[in-house]
DNA sequence: CAAAACTACGTAGTTGGCTACATATATCCA
DNA sequence: TGGATATATGTAGCCAACTACGTAGTTTTG
């Protein structure tokens, strides 16, 4: 038993990164047993332009929750493996816009039964009597009604 | 309502990474607005040596969880603060023994009641319905009996 | 309708973790 | 007992997120 596990919540931001961490690199590998080359933090991006076909880059950064710049150097990662292309916006020419590409569609088809098992192996591990992505929405709900902060400045009074 | 937060659990590595840093910075925060010079990330390590006083290098980073060469960089920072010092073990001259200085020891009272107000707020915050932390926990456990990427491979059968 | 404010995008540089590799000491076993 | 193996520490360099800042185009407003 080591000590983090011991005084738990006050080390929970690591905790939580540990466990990305881990996820991330199980993920890793089943692509690449299956053959795919995908990465699995370009899922987000993938998904949300499967979904929703044509966005910005800010759109794009709103939707995955990430910084503008972070979403950029995925972006660039995408267009240089052909997943995705890009024009700029002729109503507002400040914007580019992004699809996928034909390669990128069909890869997200092929990516499709991958995805049903990782759905279902993420919900063996985590579906467990506190059901973790619940618990990490309703932790994301309290941060939005206060923050840590705040709460941390109230309970000192 | 974003793209992430529908398909949830393919992309719960992001969102876990997401909240620890969200977590983090607000804890920053909080030390900063009680005037302590302290970063969150240095938190395992103190608390570690707290409890057990003195430890090697790789003691320290089995304790909190990190690979060895991230803890030398935490502990080279602690170092320089002067709120650890260290001196190489007699009976074993491979290793580099671990200690809070005075200074360090008055940190941890210092903060004492500032990590029980953030004890509190980040339980206000995770002690929903589905409690954060042991969802963590019993993550942790289904992985250790069986990876993801194992239970993928035998989903796909 | 021009100046100010705002928005979109991009670049540069930081951060905090990691793996891979190197070296020194300790331990084990033929 | 000395050569192989294992362990402890350290360095170098990678990676994927971030913030800060700059530029260009759009919108608002006095």
Not at 20 to 35: M, W
Not at 86 to 94: A, Q, Y
Not at 95 to 122: D, F, H, N, Y
Not at 135 to 148: H, P, S, V
């Amino acid at each position: 038993m080591n000590i983090i596990d011991e005084i738990g919540i006050l080390a929970i931001s690591t905790r939580l990164q540990r466990l990305s961490e881990q996820l991330r690199k199980d993920g890793a590998q089943i692509y690449a047993y299956n053959n795919i080359d995908f990465e699995p933090k370009w899922f987000p991006v993938i998904y949300t332009l499967h979904v929703k076909e044509m966005l910005s880059v800010v759109e794009i950064a709103n939707e995955i929750g990430y910084s503008h710049p972070s979403t950029i150097s995925l972006l660039k990662e995408l267009e240089k493996q052909k997943i995705i292309s890009s024009k700029k916006d002729k109503l507002d020419e400040r914007k580019r816009l992004i699809i996928l590409t034909a390669k990128g569609k069909e890869l997200v088809v092929k990516m499709q039964p991958v995805w049903e098992v990782m759905s279902k192996a993420l919900n063996e591990i985590t579906n467990t009597q506190n059901n973790l992505l619940k618990a990490i929405e309703e932790a994301e709900e309290n941060l939005t009604r206060q923050g840590f902060f705040q709460r941390a400045l109230e309970l000192k009074g």
